[in-house]
T-cell receptor, first 111, second 114 residues
Framework: DAKTTQPPSMDCAEGRAANLPCNHSTISGNEYVYWYRQIHSQGPQYIIH???NNETNEMASLIITEDRKSSTLILPHATLRDTAVYYCIVRAPTGANNLFFGTGTRLTVIP | DTAVSQTPKYLVTQMGNDKSIKCEQNLGHDTMYWYKQDSKKFLKIMFS???????INETVPNRFSPKSPDKAHLNLHINSLELGDSAVYFC?????????????FGPGTRLTVT
């Protein structure tokens, strides 16, 4: 699985869009980008994943650049409950389904 | 209804003791996992089971023994507890073994070894 790089922390004003970047410059053609988050004292929670097209669900949007070397998770209207550590994970479709979490980005939503 | 539940939520025990953590999922999933999150917040896979069979056993001391009595349960037994075992242990499940399947995590069990 390709390595990912994320900023250690970010702040976002409540109600504004939170844009969380992830760099994965060594990503292979068949590797997916996944995002999970961990709210304090809780287990990680799946958010979204994508291969090369942009994806959107009820929680967030995922924008993957055309060269696929980076991506951005967008929380369109951040709330205080979105304060969490966000993990970007790149995974090939084959192999064991274990997750490898890096250090992630600690997002703080400010009132 | 809680999808993935763990008991106990907190566990404080002394070095050398043996303890168990229980995990149950009511999602009808075939695959379950144990992860460990240490004091530096790194989250690492320990084991995965599929239909009660061990699939992954990462480099974990053999003092840790997972047991799956049925598909809905995956318990973690730890013998001869050491200070370094202090961590938060998370159970998770996924529909099956297919890589990329969304994993659902439990609330965690905070183990403190004194």
């Amino acid at each position: 699985d390709a390595k990912t790089t994320q900023p250690p922390s970010m702040d976002c004003a409540e109600g504004r869009a939170a844009n969380l970047p992830c760099n994965h410059s060594t990503i292979s053609g068949n590797e997916y980008v996944y995002w999970y988050r961990q709210i304090h004292s809780q287990g990680p929670q799946y958010i979204i994943h994508g291969l090369k097209n942009n994806e959107t669900n009820e929680m967030a949007s995922l924008i993957i650049t055309e060269d696929r070397k980076s991506s951005t998770l967008i929380l369109p209207h951040a709330t205080l409950r979105d304060t969490a550590v966000y993990y970007c994970i790149v995974r090939a479709p084959t192999g064991a389904n274990n997750l490898f979490f890096g250090t992630g980005t600690r997002l703080t939503v400010i009132p | 209804d809680t999808a993935v539940s763990q008991t106990p939520k907190y566990l404080v025990t002394q070095m050398g003791n043996d303890k168990s953590i229980k995990c149950e999922q009511n999602l009808g999933h075939d695959t379950m996992y144990w992860y460990k999150q240490d004091s530096k917040k790194f989250l690492k896979i320990m084991f995965s089971y599929n239909n009660k069979e061990l699939i992954i056993n990462e480099t974990v001391p053999n003092r840790f023994s997972p047991k799956s009595p049925d598909k809905a349960h995956l318990n973690l037994h730890i013998n001869s507890l050491e200070l370094g075992d202090s961590a938060v242990y998370f159970c998770a499940s996924s529909q099956d073994l297919v890589r990329g399947r969304e994993q659902y995590f439990g609330p965690g069990t905070r183990l403190t070894v004194t």
